[in-house]
């Protein structure tokens, strides 16, 4: 078993900026492609960002250019760095991981989410 733990969500303005960690234990052998997910009120949760063991990156379109993926593989950790955050950013976002290479709805372990709020 893997497990994660959010952290970094609150309360920030539009066009501010948070910096978001997972941080993994248990089984870090079953851990390879990581992501971030968020699920905003009434919405069905969506992939944020993903990455792979190897740094290669992915971005929902409506978040590139302003946040940014990373991890530490020595750490055990993911980050995901928000910037000129928008109202529509305000979700519980989740981090995931899976010991797959592949970076889909499907990951293994999950983190139980931390809330982020934009507000106006």
């Known amino acids: 078993q893997v497990q994660l733990v959010e952290s970094g969500g609150g309360l920030v303005q539009a066009g501010g900026s948070l910096r978001l960690s997972c941080a993994a234990s248990?089984?870090?052998?079953?851990?390879?492609?990581m992501g971030w997910y968020r699920q905003a009120p009434g919405k069905q949760r969506e992939l944020v960002a993903g990455?792979?063991?190897?740094?290669?990156?992915n971005y929902v379109d409506s978040v590139k250019g302003r946040f940014t993926i990373s991890r530490d593989n020595a750490k055990n950790t993911m980050y995901l760095e928000m910037n000129s955050m928008k109202r529509e950013n305000t979700a519980v976002y989740y981090c995931?991981?899976?010991?797959?290479?592949?970076?889909?709805?499907?990951?293994?372990?999950w983190g139980k989410g931390t809330l982020v709020t934009v507000s106006s």
């Open positions: 990455i792979t063991r190897g740094g290669r990156t």
């Open positions: 248990g089984s870090i052998f079953a851990i390879n492609a």
């Open positions: 995931a991981t899976d010991p797959r290479a592949t970076i889909t709805s499907t990951m293994k372990f």
